[in-house]
């Protein structure tokens, strides 16, 4: 990954906020911000000392550039004030671009979770804006063509053009999307969907940073909000075992050793109050990733306990994805034929369900059916270290 792409990945959502509570145009902003990344691109044949503050003051000239360009430049000024605080946190980001500033992005978030908005909608746009996922990978985690994604981000973003910037004093509303949209950005970073690497760790702890920053201004214990923090830390907690030289280890062959102790000791703090608690999609998954993270090896881990679980989240959410995982975990509990039999008749975009079934029909020995499998999931699959992984897995048949 070049300099400019880290960037582009670390501090697109921090500069766009700072650019939307500046002027007040969520379009103008996109649009400066993504004109100063292509100047950046053109020009720095040197990375700048500060390179953040040297796109933003690039897209602040390009937005200006823009607004006195338009022949009602003068009916916009009011547009132009900038108030006290925003400014004086601009100017603390470009003299010193390590400190942190007030958490702008919030308000970005919550804007984008307006109720204007549906939920998918609003999801996408977050990803796009406020953590800076690609088109085409947004359009992967929602399983649509990349042009249907444009469409919709497009869409959203002319109907948030005259929303208000500030936070919402009854955030009720819009917790549920604002936790949504987090764990789509945390899948984006824990299980790419394309491009070459494994996992992306800053995209998944910045999602987590988000969530903890929802949970710290609620006035209410929310028990979504807590089981979906926990939900990340449990699987966050794994990163460094999940990739060893740019490979993917998958779940049952990770050196247990790796991870993470204290994120996982944090998540079943955060669990332990809501065990009880009435069931909820969070707090299933949550619970389903505790029992991975308290079994000492892979043998021991309580599959029928899962099973139970799943059967639960499937019941509550009728999800395809959720009936996939929960065949998984049938083949563990009760052998791969009953896995396959839970997996009759499931029709999933992606290439999770022929990697599924490649898996289950080798286990079986059916060898052929397996490779067929296979094939349809290396065609299906954008990420290149899972791509990797499914070849070999065909290779060693």
Avoid at 307 to 325: A, I, K, M, Q
Wanted: charged share 25%; proline share 6%; hydrophobic share 50%.
């Amino acid at each position: 990954m070049t300099p400019l792409e880290t960037l582009l990945r670390d501090e697109w959502g921090r500069l766009l906020a700072l650019l939307v509570a500046q002027f007040r145009r969520l379009d103008l902003a996109e649009d400066g911000l993504a004109e100063a990344f292509e100047a950046a691109a053109r020009t720095w044949d040197d990375v700048p000392d500060n390179p953040p503050a040297w796109l933003l003051t690039t897209a602040r000239r390009r937005v200006l550039d823009r607004l006195r360009a338009e022949a009602v430049a003068a009916r916009k000024l009011p547009l132009l004030a900038v108030e006290a605080s925003v400014q004086e946190e601009a100017q603390a980001f470009m003299a010193d671009v390590g400190e942190p500033v007030q958490d702008e992005r919030l308000r970005l978030v919550l804007l984008c979770a307006h109720p204007s908005l549906p939920a998918p909608s609003a999801a996408a746009l977050t990803l796009r804006l406020v953590l800076g996922v690609s088109t085409e990978d947004v359009a992967r985690l929602f399983l649509v063509p990349t042009t249907t994604m444009a469409a919709r981000l497009t869409r959203a973003r002319k109907r948030l053009a005259a929303e208000s910037f500030e936070v919402p004093a009854d955030l009720a509303p819009r917790v549920a999307v604002v936790a949504d949209v987090a764990y789509l950005a945390f899948t984006a970073g824990y299980a790419p969907g394309s491009g070459p690497d494994v996992l992306r760790a800053s995209v998944a702890g910045e999602a987590i940073r988000l969530v903890r920053v929802l949970r710290s201004v609620l006035p209410y214990a929310d028990v979504e909000v807590d089981a979906l923090l926990a939900l990340m830390l449990l699987q966050h907690s794994r990163r460094d075992a999940r990739a060893v030289d740019g490979r993917l280890v998958l779940l049952p062959d990770q050196d247990r050793s790796r991870w993470d102790l204290a994120a996982i000791a944090e998540a079943l703090d955060l669990l332990r109050p809501w065990v009880a608690a009435p069931a909820s999609p969070y707090l299933l998954q949550a619970l389903i990733a505790a029992e991975h993270a308290i079994a000492p090896t892979a043998a021991d881990t309580a599959w029928d306990r899962i099973v139970l679980r799943y059967e639960e989240l499937e019941d509550l959410t009728g999800s395809p994805v959720v009936r996939l995982n929960r065949a998984v975990a049938v083949a563990e509990a009760s052998g791969p034929a009953a896995g396959l039999a839970v997996l009759s008749g499931l029709t999933l975009p992606g290439h999770r369900l022929p990697a599924t079934r490649a898996e289950l029909l080798a286990r079986l020995g059916r060898l052929d059916d397996a490779r067929t499998a296979y094939d349809e999931a290396i065609g299906r699959c954008g990420n290149l270290a899972e791509r990797a992984h499914l070849i070999e897995r065909r290779r060693l048949l």
